[in-house]
């Protein structure tokens, strides 16, 4: 009998050591972004010490999970910081061995005080070619903030840059082009809610630094003849827009703006006799213009003769000389075909009304060529 009572204890106090172990909280509150957050997930039965796990899915973002000092719990804490159903399996194990699991799902709405809302109502105008810096703020709903450029686009050489704390978007640069520039803002609060607000910019043409043409007449030209003519400007800010703003250029040329946009070249081979007439229009990038009228006659055919000589080189291996022609005395085009044998060229290709500017060349045996002699000009009646 004794014996039997014996055998009956030690079943009992195995039966309280390894019995099962349970989770005993049926399911957990709501949270909001931006609030506190604080629940418990109690767990009975087995033997202590519990560990715990989340077995699958994850908690919402910014609470996290600290098993108790009894290791009877499951404290979970923090501050939400994104709208959003988060589901998850929470498994507690017992001393024994013995597992158990229960899911969860904890809705995360959106902080519903403090309203996310864009405080800057207005942003001032700008200026081309002056540095403009201007801040977009926002309060209200939960940090971090996202910012992004909903419609429209800002004046072009502002750009848009996010402060550290993301309460705020610094717009700053140097605007390039007058023009009125409409455009959205948007806010993002971390829990979701959004907020827009519409600005509008107006970028003025610089009030100084205008630019203007420098050259005040174009050279005529002969039907059949290569034509090349070149109108410059300078001042104001670069780069420069070229536009014919009125009549016509000769028929067979054609404008091609210079790399460096200080300069529009008029080259082609004109084809019909007329006297065409039109005005070149230039514009600085701050918006201020100017332009010039040109008239340029195409004649049927050249009735007159340039008549060059100089002075031949005293060096042995020149072999021959190039003869260069320009409208202005700085933009220069060989004329001859081929090398001139000696100190003598006509130049048979001149318009009427037309100055030109000529240079010679000598060229060695091996190619290499001299700099220009001193210009002279010529005046074609």
Same mark, same amino acid.
């Given at each position: 009998? &004794?014996?039997?009572?014996?055998?009956?204890?030690?079943?009992?106090?195995?039966?309280?050591?390894?019995?099962?172990?349970?989770?005993?909280?049926?399911?957990?509150?709501?949270?909001?972004?931006?609030?506190?957050?604080?629940?418990?997930?109690?767990?009975?039965?087995?033997?202590?010490?519990?560990?715990?796990?989340?077995?699958?899915?994850?908690?919402?973002?910014?609470?996290?999970?600290?098993?108790?000092?009894?290791?009877?719990?499951?404290?979970?804490?923090?501050?939400?910081?994104?709208?959003?159903?988060?589901?998850?399996?929470?498994?507690?194990?017992?001393?024994?061995?013995?597992?158990?699991?229960?899911? *969860?799902?904890?809705?995360?709405?959106?902080?519903?005080?403090?309203?996310?809302?864009?405080?800057?109502?207005?942003?001032?105008?700008?200026?081309?070619?002056?540095? *403009?810096?201007?801040?977009?703020?926002?309060?209200?709903?939960?940090?971090?903030?996202?910012?992004?450029?909903?419609?429209?686009?800002?004046?072009?050489?502002?750009?848009?840059?996010?402060?550290?704390?993301?309460?705020?978007?610094?717009?700053?640069?140097?605007?390039?082009?007058?023009?009125?520039?409409?455009?959205?803002?948007?806010?993002?609060?971390?829990?979701?809610?959004?907020?827009?607000?519409? *600005? &509008?910019?107006?970028?003025?043409?610089?009030?100084?630094?205008?630019?203007?043409?420098?050259?005040?007449?174009?050279?005529?030209?002969?039907?059949?003849?290569?034509?090349?003519?070149?109108?410059?400007?300078?001042?104001?800010?670069?780069?420069?827009?070229?536009?014919?703003?009125?009549?016509?250029?000769?028929?067979?040329?054609?404008?091609?703006?210079?790399?460096?946009?200080?300069?529009?070249?008029?080259?082609?081979?004109?084809?019909?006799?007329?006297?065409?007439?039109?005005?070149?229009?230039?514009?600085?990038?701050?918006?201020?213009?100017?332009?010039?009228?040109?008239?340029?006659?195409?004649?049927?055919?050249?009735?007159?003769?340039?008549?060059?000589?100089?002075?031949?080189?005293?060096?042995?291996?020149?072999?021959?000389?190039?003869?260069?022609?320009?409208?202005?005395?700085?933009?220069?085009?060989?004329?001859?075909?081929?090398?001139?044998?000696?100190?003598?060229?006509?130049?048979?290709?001149?318009?009427?009304?037309?100055?030109?500017?000529?240079?010679?060349?000598?060229?060695?045996?091996?190619?290499?060529?001299?700099? &220009?002699?001193?210009?002279?000009?010529?005046?074609?009646?």
């Amino acid at each position: 009998m &004794k014996s039997f009572l014996f055998s009956s204890l030690l079943l009992a106090l195995g039966a309280q050591c390894f019995g099962t172990v349970a989770i005993t909280t049926s399911s957990l509150p709501s949270g909001t972004v931006g609030k506190a957050y604080s629940a418990i997930i109690n767990a009975s039965g087995g033997c202590t010490p519990y560990k715990w796990t989340i077995a699958s899915g994850a908690l919402p973002s910014g609470v996290t999970a600290k098993v108790s000092s009894t290791t009877t719990s499951l404290d979970l804490a923090g501050t939400p910081t994104t709208a959003a159903t988060d589901s998850f399996t929470v498994k507690v194990k017992g001393c024994g061995g013995i597992t158990y699991q229960k899911a *969860y799902k904890v809705v995360v709405q959106a902080s519903t005080s403090g309203t996310l809302a864009i405080t800057t109502t207005s942003l001032a105008n700008g200026t081309v070619g002056t540095a *403009y810096s201007q801040v977009v703020k926002a309060s209200g709903g939960c940090t971090p903030y996202k910012w992004s450029i909903a419609s429209g686009a800002l004046p072009a050489g502002v750009t848009a840059k996010m402060s550290s704390t993301t309460t705020s978007v610094d717009l700053a640069g140097t605007p390039t082009t007058a023009a009125t520039d409409s455009f959205t803002m948007k806010v993002t609060g971390c829990g979701g809610g959004t907020y827009e607000k519409s *600005y &509008k910019v107006v970028v003025q043409a610089s009030t100084s630094g205008s630019p203007s043409i420098s050259t005040t007449s174009l050279p005529n030209g002969t039907v059949g003849t290569a034509y090349s003519a070149v109108v410059k400007a300078s001042g104001g800010c670069t780069p420069y827009k070229w536009a014919i703003a009125s009549g016509a250029l000769p028929a067979g040329v054609t404008a091609t703006m210079a790399s460096t946009t200080t300069a529009l070249n008029l080259t082609g081979t004109p084809t019909s006799a007329a006297t065409d007439s039109f005005t070149v229009k230039v514009m600085a990038c701050s918006g201020n213009a100017a332009q010039t009228a040109y008239k340029v006659v195409v004649q049927a055919s050249a009735n007159h003769v340039v008549d060059l000589s100089w002075k031949a080189s005293a060096t042995s291996d020149v072999t021959g000389y190039n003869v260069y022609r320009s409208p202005d005395a700085s933009t220069w085009k060989r004329i001859n075909a081929s090398l001139v044998p000696s100190d003598l060229y006509s130049d048979s290709t001149v318009s009427n009304g037309s100055t030109y500017y000529y240079a010679a060349t000598s060229v060695d045996v091996f190619g290499h060529e001299s700099s &220009k002699t001193a210009p002279i000009k010529v005046v074609v009646p």
